[in-house]
């Protein structure tokens, strides 16, 4: 279980931490997959996990996102550029093993040791979920915002173009300057210096 963002740039995970800060998935044969440094489960050909490691050897979570560098095309066609890096989370979530020690204001989770491998999946923990869920989103917010200011832009582009066209059309249709910037609120001169010169059908003088 995870999150994704609306173009499939950012993909939220939760990774297990051992003792040597490698990290870890989900249970897999009765352990926990180990990732290698770019945070992908290491593979044989059979497609089974290289190396699985009990879950007594977990020692935390940290959020984490998978993402792709770079940007390429527009937002509609989604296409990123680069192998996917890993950003993780500010926070070390510490693994505690009794109910008494947790406390998710400072970071601290039960998954006793008596318990299954189970106990790790934080996932299935309403609580705790959304706690990391809030720091991934505050690591995607950036790269939304900058989308949103490129989207806008944009649409301000071609307004600006669907004006132009406008223009065009009514001085075509015989409308004078002075007609045209009374529509745009401005004055005959100021319209004819506006659109005059690139319209695609321009008039001699100004009328």
């Excluded at 940007?71 to 989604?78: F, Q």
């Excluded at 939304?144 to 200011?149: D, G």
């Excluded at 065009?168 to 005959?188: F, M, P, S």
Aim: hydrophobic letters at 40%; proline letters at 4%; one cysteine or more.
């Amino acid at each position: 279980m995870g999150w994704g963002d609306e173009l499939g740039r950012h993909e939220g995970h939760v990774l297990r931490v051992f003792a040597d800060g490698r990290f870890g998935g989900g249970v897999e044969r009765g352990g926990i997959p180990v990732y290698a440094a770019n945070g992908l489960t290491e593979t044989d050909d059979r497609g089974n996990s290289v190396q699985v490691r009990p879950a007594a050897a977990v020692i935390g979570w940290r959020v984490a996102c998978f993402h792709a560098p770079g940007y390429v095309g527009d937002d509609n066609l989604a296409v990123w550029s680069g192998q996917p890096q890993l950003w993780t989370g500010p926070t070390f979530w510490r693994r505690v093993y009794s109910p008494a020690e947790e406390d998710l204001g400072a970071g601290q989770i039960c998954a006793s040791l008596s318990g299954d491998a189970g106990d790790l999946c934080v996932e299935d923990r309403d609580d705790a979920f959304e706690l990391m869920h809030e720091e991934w989103r505050t690591h995607v917010v950036p790269d939304e915002h900058t989308r949103s200011i490129r989207r806008s832009l944009q649409a301000v582009t071609d307004a600006v173009h669907r004006v132009d066209l406008e223009v065009d059309a009514a001085r075509v249709a015989g409308l004078t300057w002075a007609d045209v910037g009374k529509a745009a609120g401005i004055t005959r001169q100021a319209a004819h210096d506006r659109w005059g010169p690139t319209s695609r059908h321009p008039a001699a003088g100004v009328r």
